[in-house]
């Protein structure tokens, strides 16, 4: 198996340079599942993080009264084990092969040293986790709901949903945290609260990075020169841009607009 190939052309490991990305796939290990092995316990504490190659996981959710609430399967292309990087390292869910497996893995310490050390692949996971644990409790909730059960946890989570959807729709725009807890109908003090404890990051920084992955994306698909990019994504100032681009991806806008070329 070519892990350096396999991660060349998997986001976000494909901006990296060659060198970067060797030094990465080296500290992944391969690992084979057979059918209906536990590779993660519900309020257990995990080890590692693993990309499948092959095969199926089901996500499974176990509420107070035992009872199991499918959340979804896991599929080839996609990683596991990344949602407790926002719950302390705490898996939330159960996950169990449906079928044999190929995965390629990372211990635990090695995936937060290479977090730390590429900006671009740790704003990757962390809003990849974010919108899987979202995805997940909708599923939980809707399941709740049907048994005409409802808890203030997952009321919490509707409302930082309904925020993170309106922030996607209006991140352009000169938005605020009295604005987008003023929506939420939760007082300034609660809402920071609440929106920390389920995203893992403030409003502030959950905007800032909404930002600059649009304005990736504008550099990539538009030619548009770095003001432009800077003012279409929301910010009102070039040097706040230029600042927090590069505490985000690692290097400064022009840099990584020239890179794209």
Avoid at 89 to 99: A, K, N, V, Y
Avoid at 236 to 256: A, C, D, M, Q, W
Wanted: glycine share 4%.
């Amino acid at each position: 198996m070519n892990v350096l190939y396999e991660f060349s052309v998997f986001n976000p490991f494909k901006d990296l340079k060659k060198e970067e990305s060797k030094k990465i796939v080296g500290t992944f290990y391969k690992s084979e599942y057979l059918e209906n092995v536990l590779l993660a316990e519900q309020a257990r504490k995990v080890d590692h993080i693993g990309y499948i190659k092959s095969g199926k996981a089901k996500l499974v959710f176990h509420n107070r009264s035992g009872n199991e609430i499918e959340c979804g399967l896991i599929q080839e292309g996609n990683f596991y084990n990344i949602m407790p990087l926002i719950t302390n390292g705490i898996s939330l869910f159960s996950i169990t092969s449906q079928s044999p497996m190929v995965c390629l893995e990372q211990k635990k310490e090695n995936f937060f040293y290479m977090l730390e050390k590429n900006p671009g692949i740790k704003n990757f996971f962390y809003q990849t986790s974010l919108m899987e644990m979202l995805k997940a409790f909708q599923l939980i909730d809707y399941s709740y709901r049907a048994n005409h059960q409802s808890t203030g946890f997952l009321s919490s989570l509707g409302i930082i949903e309904k925020s993170i959807s309106f922030i996607n729709k209006n991140y352009a725009n000169p938005l605020t945290l009295d604005e987008v807890a003023e929506k939420s109908r939760l007082s300034k003090y609660y809402f920071c609260r609440v929106f920390k404890a389920k995203t893992g990051c403030t409003f502030k920084n959950f905007l800032n990075m909404k930002r600059i992955d649009a304005a990736k994306n504008l550099m990539k698909k538009k030619d548009m020169n770095v003001t432009e990019v800077c003012y279409a994504v929301g910010f009102n100032e070039l040097s706040h841009f230029s600042r927090v681009f590069k505490k985000t991806v690692g290097i400064l806008p022009s840099s990584y607009r020239k890179k794209l070329k």
